[in-house]
């Protein structure tokens, strides 16, 4: 395989895919709709030195943010089209749910608190992933379980205990609200 | 020697030690998982560190920067997958290694070059270290700035056939940074009258996104798949030996491995690709290599190995990350209010020196438990894809919410998690946004105070050290268009190769 390697050109070529054209055009429109909006949204102003403009480095970016986009749609126009592009995109908007559920997620652990959050969560996508069997489910509320031992009960990282845990008894309340 | 003397003091502390435990051991698992690697790793950990001390938190994360491409040489043998992207090249001699039933002996060899190569490059960086110390404090403003540029400009360039592409993720990386609070004249940049976007964009929410929460819906979205490597029976000590014969080839890689490292942008997959064409033209059996060459197979892992040291140069020395996985370390280092740079080489050389012993120690450390533990490993890597972007979605959480608990943060998470994967199904890279981002920053900062005390436009570049800087970057732009030109000359057909699918892992 390597062998058709020669030169460092081909080392680094990273061949086309289906979708490019697509995601080219978007870049560019959003990069085009971007700095459209640079003088309103970065200030040039008149007593101050060039080099501390608040505006120079935004205008930086974007303008070459835009001249390589339009570059890069150019190739992908003039490139032979890669059949494929829509289930590609298909692919990519597939992920979406999972960002739904993900917020779900991050709504759901102030309210329910970060134990009963995590090992529902991963219950759920286990199912949703099709994995049925107790073992797999197992696995996975396990999972869920010792994420939160690790991160929360002993590395302690700021994640903020759950409404949900004000319902019980007084002393288990502070308990779950410290460690879980 | 003093300095010496007090870094191991800085060391010889328990929980700087099990820090390092877990970060090398823990490493070796991740990169031998494919589908999850250091970066995703590193991104997660990264908030976890906050609450520990300095050299705890790094010296854990260091571990698994060091040690997972230890992890990746085994999926690379032993079922053709790199555990990371940088083990690609080792599947080229592993897996046909594999095939004609030596896969013992090729696990074997790659970790005996692995181990050389790191420590070869930790040498070199000790070494280097006296140049270091002197030569870092004459890097003022303006020097650092045209790094920070020399930087960008390689990291665009080293993605030939998409330098396009890079340069569109590189600005936007440099606009990343510019949104938020300015801090010269406090005036809104690109927030659009949203109180949220006037914080700006903070690296490790879009690094988390890029890298952790995309590689999940990568895997999530994906088909279902769970490698199968069969296990290894005997000893593994024989590499060790074995490698003693490659004397030349194994410190050959490794010496491209540190300079390579060193120039900011360019990292392993140059350092690999140089190592392999200058094994392969030396080698008695040329026709061996990518057939399961014992050659192939130590010019690419002593290479990528001896990478992360090296990389820790410019690092340390100028706080200019070369690549992604250091600029994550660079934002463990702001966070624990490290700064990288000339004066930590002034002010604190003997925390540097500890950061040089941990390094070393987490190659013996990795060693000693991979040539025990390597069947161990074939285990986990039968881990089912989508259970893992479970796992690291659910990781991803902590490491994004603990931030600052902030909702906000999640869903800017989840946008670059969108974007990351794109680009990973697209085989684009995602290096350069980061880079962008961290280097964006240093320059505007550095420009600035640098104009401070430039005159005309040749005082930028009338110290030596700026002088050097500024022939270096026109010399990679004119050698870059001379490539160009050469090649669009002898204009070949460009045969199709799977090389960079490593992308999307």
């Known amino acids: 395989m390597l062998a058709g390697v020669k030169t460092l050109k081909q080392l680094f070529q990273r061949y086309r895919r289906p979708g490019n054209y697509f995601f080219a055009s978007i870049f560019l429109l959003f990069s085009l709709a971007l700095l459209s909006q640079l003088t309103s949204e970065a200030q040039w102003i008149a007593s101050t030195n060039w080099s501390s403009q608040p505006a120079l480095w935004p205008a930086i970016a974007l303008v070459g943010m835009t001249v390589f986009a339009a570059l ?100 288990m309340r502070a308990f779950m609200l410290t460690n879980f | 020697m003093a300095d010496l003397i007090a870094a191991a003091g800085l060391l010889a502390r328990l929980d700087v030690l099990i820090a390092l435990l877990i970060g090398s051991i823990g490493g070796v698992i991740i990169g031998a998982i494919p589908g999850v690697g250091a970066a995703v790793a590193i991104a997660i950990l990264l908030p976890a560190t906050f609450s520990l001390e300095p050299l705890v938190g790094l010296t854990m994360l260091l571990g698994i920067y060091g040690s997972s491409m230890y992890g990746g040489s085994i999926p690379a043998i032993l079922i053709n997958t790199p555990g990371t992207a940088v083990n690609a090249l080792t599947t080229y001699d592993g897996y046909p290694m594999t095939k004609a039933g030596q896969a013992r002996r090729a696990i074997s060899i790659a970790y005996s070059a692995s181990f050389y190569g790191g420590v070869f490059g930790i040498i070199c960086l000790i070494l280097l270290s006296p140049v270091l110390a002197w030569i870092a404090p004459q890097f003022g403003s303006r020097e650092i700035f045209l790094a920070a540029l020399l930087g960008i400009i390689l990291v665009v360039l080293a993605h030939r056939g998409q330098i396009f592409a890079a340069g569109m993720l590189a600005f936007f990386g440099i606009f990343l940074s510019t949104v938020g609070l300015e801090p010269i004249r406090y005036t809104q940049r690109f927030t659009f009258g949203q109180t949220w976007l006037s914080g700006g964009f903070d690296l490790i929410v879009v690094v988390l996104g890029l890298f952790a929460i995309s590689q999940a819906f990568f895997l999530l979205v994906d088909k279902d798949n769970s490698p199968k490597a069969q296990p290894l029976t005997g000893s593994l000590f024989s590499g060790l030996k074995e490698l003693f014969g ?89 966070i624990h209010n490290v700064i990288p740079g000339p004066q930590l080489f002034q002010s604190d050389i003997s925390f540097v020196y500890a950061l040089y012993f941990a390094m070393l120690l987490l190659n013996v450390i990795v060693l000693i438990f991979l040539l025990s533990s390597t069947n161990l490993l074939t285990k986990i890597i039968q881990i089912p894809t989508r259970f893992l972007g479970i796992v690291i979605l659910i990781l991803s959480f902590v490491g994004v919410y603990s931030l600052r608990n902030s909702t906000v943060d999640c869903a800017i998470a989840s946008a670059f998690g969108i974007l990351g994967l794109i680009l990973k199904r697209l085989n684009l890279p995602i290096v350069p946004i980061v880079l962008g981002m961290v280097l964006g920053g240093i320059m505007e900062t550095k420009l600035r105070s640098a104009m401070a005390r430039v005159k005309t436009p040749l005082d930028f570049i009338d110290r030596p050290i700026a002088a050097i800087l500024f022939g270096l970057i026109i010399l990679v732009i004119a050698l870059h268009i001379r490539t160009l030109v050469n090649e669009h000359r002898n204009r070949e057909p460009d045969a199709d190769h799977e090389l960079h699918d490593s992308q999307q892992r």
């Open chain 1, 72 to 171: 890069n749609w150019i190739s992908a126009v003039v490139s032979p089209r890669i059949e494929g592009r829509w289930v590609e995109v298909s692919f990519w908007l597939k992920a979406f749910e999972f960002v739904l559920w993900f917020m779900v997620y991050v709504v759901a652990v102030p309210l329910a608190g970060y134990l009963p959050s995590t090992v529902i969560f991963a219950i759920f996508l286990s199912l949703r992933m099709g994995y049925t069997t107790p073992k797999m489910l197992t696995a996975a509320g396990v999972t869920g379980v010792a994420v939160v031992l690790i991160f929360k009960t002993f590395l302690q990282v700021k994640v903020p205990g759950g409404q949900f845990y004000e319902l019980f008894p007084d002393t």
């Open chain 2, 246 to 334: 490659y004397k030349r080839v194994a410190s050959a890689a490794s010496g491209f491995g540190v300079v390579m490292g060193m120039i900011p942008g360019v990292g392993e997959f140059t350092a690999q690709f140089m190592s392999y064409t200058y094994a392969q033209k030396t080698s008695k059996t040329p026709e061996l290599f990518g057939k399961g060459s014992p050659e192939g197979l130590i010019a690419s892992e002593a290479a990528n190995n001896a990478v992360p040291p090296a990389a820790m140069i410019p690092l340390l020395a100028l706080g200019i990350p070369g690549e992604a996985l250091t600029a994550m370390m660079l934002a463990v280092f702001y």
